[in-house]
């Protein structure tokens, strides 16, 4: 297999994971941002969160403990979000579900689920352990941000900044993630093939 194929496959692998736990908050925000219903935005978010689950049932695919807290936080804040028509409840179902995650990242090791196998044991332990503290920090800021606006601008105005802040905060950290893991990777391959790679 090319090389070329190889990164192709490896970056794949990296960023599906994340995009699938954050998948259902993305989409209630470019919803509500785009209709400017409650409503709606909660209802899509819902069922794009109950089906990504079931695909990965019916795939046979390990759900992460964090992923059926997810599911449980959407349908039971969506559903208080539908009652009372208080899109602050949803919101706050965000913000929840970051302070799960950032606090699941404090926890070493968590990163090997979205190492790719090719670079599995060749990047120092330490620089893992380093951007897993870097990813809780991101995690757990963006959740007491949300929290923040929640309860001081309007939803709309809410889901217009962190439309953009959120998937934005997270694309430049895994950019700078990827990019120095792969250059770790490919500065011990080149060692393997030497025969000079560290114990």
């Known amino acids: 297999m090319r090389p070329r194929t190889l990164e192709a496959r490896a970056f794949v692998q990296a960023v599906q994971p994340i995009a699938t736990d954050l998948g259902a908050t993305f989409t209630f925000y470019i919803v509500l941002v785009i209709s400017g219903s409650v409503a709606a935005a909660t209802l899509i978010g819902m069922i794009l969160g109950i089906a990504q689950l079931l695909v990965m049932k019916a ?3 390990p759900v992460a403990l964090m992923q059926w807290t997810g599911l449980v936080l959407v349908i039971f804040m969506g559903g208080l979000t539908l009652i009372t028509h208080d ?21 070493p090791g968590w990163m090997a689920r979205y190492i790719p196998p090719i670079a599995a044991g060749r990047i120092p332990r330490a620089m893992v352990t380093g951007f897993g503290f870097l990813w809780a920090a991101l995690i757990l800021g963006t959740g007491i941000l949300n929290l923040l606006l929640a309860f001081s601008v309007p939803a709309v105005a809410v889901a217009r900044f962190m439309a953009l802040w959120a998937p934005l905060s997270k694309i430049a950290l895994f950019a700078a993630q990827y990019m120095l893991f792969r250059a770790a990777v490919r500065r011990r391959i080149i060692a393997e093939l030497h025969g000079s790679a560290p114990n």
């Not at 602050?88 to 302070?99: A, N, P």
């Open 59 to 61: 795939r046979r695919m």
């Open 87 to 107: 899109a602050r409840f949803v919101l706050v179902k965000v913000s929840v579900f970051y302070f799960a995650i950032g606090g699941t990242m404090l926890l």
